[in-house]
């Protein structure tokens, strides 16, 4: 042990560490290869009311330092979620974060209430598939309809709530705000972005269902910039998602603003690849003297007024940064 | 299963298309059964990102080898290609359900083409070391093109070889060749890999004589351990139709369930 303080609080939940898997990219196969225990949490993959049987194949494609997925999320349904999922993770001394997905807010307020169970230990509302009450828009690419679904689950539950948003939506502050002031105990930033690959040859979309979900490294510098846009305006915590493929990936969100972060494709590439994450973020703060963790949330620092004037005719760029200037 | 560095012992051209590597791995080649796969790493950086699933061609436990025949490509194998003797190469594996033999059968018969030869080859060694005979009817464009041969003959396979270039490949002239061996050598099941031309008519036959059969599938791949459910295809299976998982609830699968082959 470092003697690093690596501890954070999410919303009421007190995780070891900082690092978890993102929904989708984790199921109980893990436990096989390496100590889930060590991970701040775990994230389920989204669990449906009913049991799904997602899209049509082929399911992924991969694109330049990313893949693109059309799973469409594939299902057990909540019942065989409560009957094994819940009770499998028991086991190991890990907080569960169960990830729930609807196509209505009803149906997300009536999935949350049965999944608000002895074991489960925060609910991830996923409300970024298609909204069926919204013509087929995700609920997150519109602060209205974000608050309407997340005011809907909070009636209903107790346990911290934590709503993970879509980087497919024009106005990211605005959406994370509205879920902020709905409930939400902590925000995700973000779920895949929307996107589309055809194979030339053929001149056929290269997943069945023609667009799909892009993430790893492809999509880091989009999602960095969206957590630290909300980080400037949020006061609930910020969970980091998307290309995390190392520890200085992951110390890179935490300075934009994250307090936790997850880890998606980069476990299929490797599989213990968040312990090493770990491990190399412990290195991190002891090369950087860095005493505790959460001491890195949002401690991106900016150069000074001076600094800048030498380097950039243009004082538009002022200390505490982020005035965005179009064309630079 | 689990994540090894395996070190590169050879890796040769067998033809124009298809390399043979040969990598030191002892923590893993005594886990191999034929059919299951290895998820290898073929890159240095994030492009190709993802890993490659390769048949397990070889195994042999006594020397911590594991071998791999494998078509080169696109990128990733095309990377896996340029390895050299004494390189490391990440392996995670082996991953998946293998084919699997019935107490009380004698005699199998193998149908293979394009990668499946390098799937099914280890399949003789199976049988044999059941006791059980293999007949091989191994498919290819051009006399060149057939693969596994001798690795087939090794393990004490009868092989059969029919070809594009002398028409003697075609599905029909092939269905003919296999219901006869399978009715005049007694033949206890059927074997084959995904082509979908070969699974559609070893289904066929499978129906009419009543013999089981199985058939390894190929499918893309997220992570290659059951968990993203990138990989499922449709299976008939207790009656419904549902969604499977190529890489943990397969490869390999019963050929009666196959549905979309
Ligand atoms: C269980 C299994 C076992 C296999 N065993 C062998 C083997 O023993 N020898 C061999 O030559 N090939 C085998 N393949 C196919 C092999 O994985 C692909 O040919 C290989 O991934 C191509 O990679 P590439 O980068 O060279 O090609 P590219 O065409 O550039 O690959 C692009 C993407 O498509 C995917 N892909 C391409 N073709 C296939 C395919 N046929 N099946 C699945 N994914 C594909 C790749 O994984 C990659 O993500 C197997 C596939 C599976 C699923
Ligand atoms: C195969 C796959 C399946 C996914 N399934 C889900 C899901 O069920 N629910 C969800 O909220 N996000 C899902 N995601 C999105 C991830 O949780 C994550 O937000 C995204 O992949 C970005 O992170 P990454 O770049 O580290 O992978 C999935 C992603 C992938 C690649
Ligand atoms: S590749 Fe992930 S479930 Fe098969």
Sequence with gaps: MSGIDMTVELGGLRLKNPVMPASGTFAEELTHVLDISRFGAVVTKSVTPEARLGNPGPRVAETAAGMINAVGIQSKGADAFLAHTVPFYRRFDVPLIASISAETADQFAALAAKLSVDGVAALE?????????????????????????????????????????????????????????????????????????????????????????LSGPAIKPIIVRMVYQAARRLRVPIIGCGGICSAEDAIEYMLAGATAVQVGTYTFLQPAGMLDILAGMEAYALRHGVTRIRDLVGAVEWPTRREQVSTNSSDRLGGGGGIMACGV | MMQ?????????????????????????????QAGQFFHIRCSDDVTPLLRRPMSIYRYEPERGEVHFL???????????????????????????????????????????????????????????????????????????????????????????VVLDEDGTSEVAAVERLVREVVERERVDALFTCGSRRLTRLLQRVARDTGLPGQVALEENMGCGLGMCFCCVRPFWRGGERVNLRVCADGPVFDLSEVLEA
């Design chain 2, 4 to 32: 090894v560095q395996a070190i590169v012992l050879g890796n040769d051209w067998v033809n124009r298309r298809y390399k043979h590597m040969s990598v030191y791995a002892p923590q893993v080649a005594g886990l191999c």
């Design chain 1, 125 to 213: 509302v996923n409300i970024s598939c298609p909204n069926l009450e919204d013509d087929g828009r995700s609920f997150a690419m519109d602060p209205g309809q974000t608050a309407r679904v997340l005011e809907k689950i909070r009636r209903v539950t107790d346990l911290p709530l934590f709503a993970k948003l879509t980087p497919n939506t024009g106005d990211i502050v605005a959406v994370a705000l509205a879920a902020e002031q709905a409930g939400a105990d902590a925000v995700v930033i973000a779920n895949t972005i929307l996107a589309m690959a055809i194979d030339v040859e053929t001149r056929r979309p290269k997943v069945g269902n023609g667009m799909g979900g």
């Design chain 2, 70 to 160: 494998y078509h080169v490509k696109g990128q990733g194998t095309q990377w896996l290609a340029a390895r050299k003797p004494g390189d490391a190469v990440d392996l995670f594996g082996p991953l998946g359900r293998g084919f699997w033999i019935r107490p009380g059968w004698r005699r199998i018969l193998v149908l293979a083409r394009g990668v499946g030869l390098a799937t099914l080859a280890p399949v003789a060694r199976m049988a044999q070391e059941q006791g059980i005979g293999t007949i091989a009817v191994l498919s290819a464009r051009t006399a060149e093109d057939v693969l596994s041969k001798d690795e087939m003959e090794r393990f004490g396979a009868r092989v059969m």
